[in-house]
Protein backbone atom coordinates (compact mmCIF):
# COMPACT_ATOMS: atom_id res chain seq x y z
CA UNK A 1 0.00 0.00 0.00
CA UNK A 2 1.04 3.88 -0.92
CA UNK A 3 1.53 5.75 2.34
CA UNK A 4 -0.14 9.43 2.22
CA UNK A 5 0.39 12.33 4.78
CA UNK A 6 -3.57 11.77 5.69
CA UNK A 7 -3.40 8.49 5.43
CA UNK A 8 -0.57 7.96 7.84
CA UNK A 9 -2.89 10.95 10.43
CA UNK A 10 -5.89 8.55 10.19
CA UNK A 11 -3.56 5.51 11.17
CA UNK A 12 -2.09 7.34 13.95
CA UNK A 13 -5.37 8.55 14.95
CA UNK A 14 -6.73 4.85 14.84
CA UNK A 15 -4.07 3.62 17.02
CA UNK A 16 -4.22 6.21 19.80
CA UNK A 17 -7.53 7.47 20.30
CA UNK A 18 -8.72 3.65 19.97
CA UNK A 19 -12.53 3.75 20.69
CA UNK A 20 -15.56 1.67 20.81
CA UNK A 21 -16.48 0.49 17.64
CA UNK A 22 -19.96 0.08 16.56
CA UNK A 23 -19.36 -3.58 16.25
CA UNK A 24 -18.26 -3.36 19.71
CA UNK A 25 -21.42 -2.19 20.73
CA UNK A 26 -23.29 -4.55 18.79
CA UNK A 27 -21.43 -7.59 20.30
CA UNK A 28 -22.46 -5.76 24.05
CA UNK A 29 -26.71 -5.60 23.05
CA UNK A 30 -26.51 -8.93 21.59
CA UNK A 31 -29.08 -8.18 19.10
CA UNK A 32 -29.68 -7.09 15.73
CA UNK A 33 -31.13 -3.52 15.79
CA UNK A 34 -35.20 -3.89 14.57
CA UNK A 35 -36.32 -4.41 11.37
CA UNK A 36 -38.78 -1.97 9.44
CA UNK A 37 -42.06 -2.69 10.45
CA UNK A 38 -43.93 -0.52 7.87
CA UNK A 39 -44.29 -3.08 4.76
CA UNK A 40 -43.31 -2.36 1.42
CA UNK A 41 -44.22 -3.42 -2.04
CA UNK A 42 -42.17 -6.47 -3.27
CA UNK A 43 -39.85 -5.08 -6.11
CA UNK A 44 -40.16 -6.74 -9.17
CA UNK A 45 -36.49 -5.08 -10.45
CA UNK A 46 -33.64 -7.46 -10.91
CA UNK A 47 -31.58 -4.66 -9.60
CA UNK A 48 -31.67 -1.65 -7.32
CA UNK A 49 -28.91 0.49 -5.63
CA UNK A 50 -29.19 1.89 -2.52
CA UNK A 51 -25.78 5.00 -1.51
CA UNK A 52 -25.41 5.11 1.85
CA UNK A 53 -22.97 7.05 4.32
CA UNK A 54 -21.25 6.15 7.70
CA UNK A 55 -17.61 7.08 7.94
CA UNK A 56 -14.27 5.93 5.99
CA UNK A 57 -15.88 4.06 3.10
CA UNK A 58 -13.86 0.97 3.56
CA UNK A 59 -15.57 -0.13 6.17
CA UNK A 60 -18.94 0.06 4.51
CA UNK A 61 -18.16 -1.51 1.42
CA UNK A 62 -16.43 -4.01 3.11
CA UNK A 63 -19.75 -4.75 5.02
CA UNK A 64 -21.86 -4.63 1.67
CA UNK A 65 -19.67 -6.72 -0.24
CA UNK A 66 -20.17 -9.73 2.31
CA UNK A 67 -23.97 -9.59 1.77
CA UNK A 68 -26.06 -12.19 -0.22
CA UNK A 69 -28.10 -10.18 -2.64
CA UNK A 70 -25.38 -7.23 -3.51
CA UNK A 71 -24.02 -7.49 -6.95
CA UNK A 72 -21.64 -4.56 -6.27
CA UNK A 73 -20.51 -2.54 -3.47
CA UNK A 74 -18.31 0.64 -4.70
CA UNK A 75 -16.95 3.16 -3.14
CA UNK A 76 -17.24 6.97 -4.07
CA UNK A 77 -18.67 10.46 -2.97
CA UNK A 78 -22.09 12.19 -2.55
CA UNK A 79 -23.48 15.07 -1.91
CA UNK A 80 -21.05 17.77 -3.27
CA UNK A 81 -20.43 17.86 -7.30
CA UNK A 82 -18.20 16.50 -9.92
CA UNK A 83 -15.38 18.85 -9.69
CA UNK A 84 -14.76 18.05 -6.22
CA UNK A 85 -15.41 14.20 -6.39
CA UNK A 86 -11.03 13.85 -5.49
CA UNK A 87 -10.23 12.12 -2.52
CA UNK A 88 -7.56 15.05 -1.71
CA UNK A 89 -10.51 17.70 -2.05
CA UNK A 90 -13.22 15.51 0.05
CA UNK A 91 -10.87 15.28 2.79
CA UNK A 92 -11.04 18.76 3.17
CA UNK A 93 -13.90 18.65 4.74
CA UNK A 94 -15.10 21.46 2.67
CA UNK A 95 -16.47 19.94 -0.59
CA UNK A 96 -20.39 18.96 0.83
CA UNK A 97 -18.98 15.41 -0.30
CA UNK A 98 -19.36 12.32 1.94
CA UNK A 99 -17.72 9.46 1.72
CA UNK A 100 -20.30 6.96 0.46
CA UNK A 101 -20.77 3.37 -0.97
CA UNK A 102 -23.31 2.67 -3.58
CA UNK A 103 -25.08 -1.11 -3.45
CA UNK A 104 -26.34 -2.12 -5.87
CA UNK A 105 -28.25 -5.40 -4.89
CA UNK A 106 -31.21 -7.71 -5.94
CA UNK A 107 -34.30 -6.70 -4.17
CA UNK A 108 -35.05 -10.63 -4.85
CA UNK A 109 -33.34 -11.49 -2.20
CA UNK A 110 -32.63 -8.73 -0.17
CA UNK A 111 -34.71 -5.28 0.14
CA UNK A 112 -33.72 -1.50 0.56
CA UNK A 113 -35.11 -1.86 3.84
CA UNK A 114 -32.89 -4.41 4.73
CA UNK A 115 -29.73 -3.04 3.61
CA UNK A 116 -30.61 0.20 5.74
CA UNK A 117 -30.69 -1.99 8.64
CA UNK A 118 -27.83 -4.02 8.34
CA UNK A 119 -25.66 -0.13 8.04
CA UNK A 120 -27.62 1.25 11.39
CA UNK A 121 -26.73 -2.40 12.55
CA UNK A 122 -23.10 -3.60 12.11
CA UNK A 123 -22.31 -0.71 9.39
CA UNK A 124 -21.73 2.43 11.60
CA UNK A 125 -22.86 4.37 14.94
CA UNK A 126 -25.57 6.58 13.54
CA UNK A 127 -25.71 8.47 16.83
CA UNK A 128 -22.57 10.24 16.19
CA UNK A 129 -22.52 13.72 13.84
CA UNK A 130 -20.11 14.01 11.75
CA UNK A 131 -17.75 11.59 12.92
CA UNK A 132 -17.24 7.89 13.36
CA UNK A 133 -14.19 6.42 15.56
CA UNK A 134 -11.31 8.60 14.54
CA UNK A 135 -12.72 10.10 11.72
CA UNK A 136 -14.06 13.70 12.27
CA UNK A 137 -15.40 15.94 9.65
CA UNK A 138 -18.46 16.29 7.91
CA UNK A 139 -17.20 13.73 5.25
CA UNK A 140 -17.95 11.21 7.27
CA UNK A 141 -21.65 11.83 8.18
CA UNK A 142 -24.14 9.03 8.72
CA UNK A 143 -26.56 9.81 5.56
CA UNK A 144 -28.76 8.29 3.27
CA UNK A 145 -28.67 9.28 -0.51
CA UNK A 146 -31.85 7.99 -1.94
CA UNK A 147 -32.74 7.17 -5.13
CA UNK A 148 -36.59 8.11 -5.52
CA UNK A 149 -39.27 9.19 -3.39
CA UNK A 150 -39.80 5.67 -2.15
CA UNK A 151 -36.58 5.43 -0.54
CA UNK A 152 -36.83 9.01 1.05
CA UNK A 153 -39.89 7.56 2.79
CA UNK A 154 -38.89 4.19 3.77
CA UNK A 155 -35.34 6.27 4.92
CA UNK A 156 -36.82 9.00 6.93
CA UNK A 157 -39.98 6.22 7.78
CA UNK A 158 -37.11 3.64 9.42
CA UNK A 159 -35.00 6.67 11.60
CA UNK A 160 -38.31 7.72 12.91
CA UNK A 161 -39.07 4.09 13.70
CA UNK A 162 -35.85 3.23 15.45
CA UNK A 163 -36.13 7.22 16.96
CA UNK A 164 -39.65 5.72 18.80
CA UNK A 165 -38.05 2.78 20.13
CA UNK A 166 -35.36 4.84 21.32
CA UNK A 167 -33.01 1.87 20.10
CA UNK A 168 -29.74 3.84 20.39
CA UNK A 169 -28.60 4.99 23.60
CA UNK A 170 -28.99 8.83 21.67
CA UNK A 171 -30.79 9.76 18.97
CA UNK A 172 -30.27 9.08 15.22
CA UNK A 173 -28.32 11.93 13.52
CA UNK A 174 -28.06 10.20 10.26
CA UNK A 175 -29.41 12.75 7.25
CA UNK A 176 -31.52 11.60 4.02
CA UNK A 177 -29.89 13.75 1.31
CA UNK A 178 -32.38 13.54 -1.71
CA UNK A 179 -31.09 14.57 -5.15
CA UNK A 180 -27.48 13.80 -4.78
CA UNK A 181 -25.22 12.13 -7.40
CA UNK A 182 -22.86 9.63 -6.77
CA UNK A 183 -18.96 9.68 -7.82
CA UNK A 184 -17.04 6.26 -8.06
CA UNK A 185 -13.62 6.82 -5.71
CA UNK A 186 -10.31 6.30 -7.29
CA UNK A 187 -8.99 3.03 -7.87
CA UNK A 188 -6.87 2.27 -5.14
CA UNK A 189 -9.72 2.51 -2.69
CA UNK A 190 -11.90 0.00 -4.52
CA UNK A 191 -12.11 -3.21 -2.13
CA UNK A 192 -9.76 -1.81 0.52
CA UNK A 193 -10.54 -4.04 2.98
CA UNK A 194 -10.49 -6.94 0.92
CA UNK A 195 -6.82 -5.84 -0.32
CA UNK A 196 -5.39 -4.67 3.26
CA UNK A 197 -6.86 -7.06 6.03
CA UNK A 198 -3.31 -6.73 8.06
CA UNK A 199 -3.48 -2.77 8.29
CA UNK A 200 -3.82 -1.45 11.79
CA UNK A 201 -6.92 0.56 10.82
CA UNK A 202 -8.97 -1.68 9.41
CA UNK A 203 -8.28 -4.57 11.86
CA UNK A 204 -9.14 -2.09 14.91
CA UNK A 205 -12.28 -0.35 12.58
CA UNK A 206 -13.39 -2.50 10.25
CA UNK A 207 -12.64 -6.08 10.53
CA UNK A 208 -14.72 -6.46 13.76
CA UNK A 209 -17.99 -5.40 11.67
CA UNK A 210 -17.54 -8.06 9.22
CA UNK A 211 -17.87 -10.54 12.10
CA UNK A 212 -20.43 -8.80 13.49
CA UNK A 213 -22.28 -9.05 10.40
CA UNK A 214 -21.71 -12.84 10.61
CA UNK A 215 -22.83 -13.31 13.99
CA UNK A 216 -25.65 -11.04 13.50
CA UNK A 217 -27.15 -11.77 9.94
CA UNK A 218 -25.75 -15.36 9.65
CA UNK A 219 -28.48 -15.97 6.77
CA UNK A 220 -27.54 -12.88 4.74
CA UNK A 221 -23.54 -13.29 5.19
CA UNK A 222 -21.76 -14.76 2.62
CA UNK A 223 -17.60 -15.36 3.03
CA UNK A 224 -16.35 -14.71 -0.11
CA UNK A 225 -16.98 -10.90 -0.92
CA UNK A 226 -18.25 -9.52 -4.38
CA UNK A 227 -15.37 -7.61 -5.70
CA UNK A 228 -16.18 -3.68 -7.74
CA UNK A 229 -16.94 -4.67 -11.38
CA UNK A 230 -13.89 -4.08 -13.62
CA UNK A 231 -16.04 -1.60 -15.53
CA UNK A 232 -16.33 0.61 -12.82
CA UNK A 233 -12.52 0.53 -12.14
CA UNK A 234 -11.87 1.07 -15.56
CA UNK A 235 -13.97 4.25 -14.71
CA UNK A 236 -12.18 5.39 -11.97
CA UNK A 237 -8.59 4.37 -12.77
CA UNK A 238 -7.07 7.45 -11.18
CA UNK A 239 -4.47 7.43 -9.38
CA UNK A 240 -3.37 8.94 -5.91
CA UNK A 241 -1.05 11.89 -6.28
Known amino acids: MKSFPHECARL ?28 AAASTASAETAVVAGGCFWGIQG ?34 HAEAVQVTFDPRLISYSQVLQILMSVGHDPTQLNRQGPDVGTQYRSAIFPANETQARIAKDYIAQLNRARV ?32 AYIRIHDLPKIAELKRLFPASYREQPVLVAHSVMAISSRSPQ
Open 12 to 39: LRALLLGGMSVAALATESGRVIPAYETG
Open 63 to 96: VFQHVKGVTNAVSGYAGGTAGSARYEVVSSGQTG
Open 168 to 199: FPAPIVTKVEAGAHFYPAEAYHQDYLVRNPRQ
